[in-house]
Nanobody, 122 residues
Framework: QVQLVESGGGLVQAGGSLRLSCAASGRTFSSYAVAWFRQGLGKEREFVGA????????LYADSVKGRFSMSRDNAKKTVSLQMNSLKLEDTAVYYC???????????????WGQGTQVTVSS
């Protein structure tokens, strides 16, 4: 079992930066890949990025590539999402999720946090 809690969301101007954190509990966290998904108002949940269990391999959606980056600290059981050059279209609720392997489909992830709101203003 893995429990996930996101933090770090908020209101930021376009072009600004935010850093989201995903804190995990559970002894097996270090063996799980972690992903970030987001869901805008009236939109479907979409993949943002994922990091493997060791933290040495990442995968990003084209829409955030070059602007967002993920890292993890297994000793602290945290995964971070650094978001730079934020755009209006990045506004969404951001969720972290855990699964045995990296993937882009939400159905692959069994464990989810409650989400944190990110709002980008003009």
């Amino acid at each position: 079992q893995v429990q996930l809690v996101e933090s770090g969301g908020g209101l930021v101007q376009a072009g600004g930066s935010l850093r989201l954190s995903c804190a995990a509990s559970g002894r097996t966290f270090s063996s799980y890949a972690v992903a970030w998904f987001r869901q805008g108002l009236g939109k479907e949940r979409e993949f943002v990025g994922a990091i493997n269990w060791g933290g040495d391999s990442t995968l990003y959606a084209d829409s955030v590539k070059g602007r967002f980056s993920m890292s993890r600290d297994n000793a602290k059981k945290t995964v971070s999402l650094q978001m730079n050059s934020l755009k209006l279209e990045d506004t969404a609720v951001y969720y972290c999720a855990a699964a045995p392997l990296v993937g882009t489909e939400a159905r692959l992830y069994a464990y989810w946090g409650q989400g944190t709101q990110v709002t980008v203003s003009s």
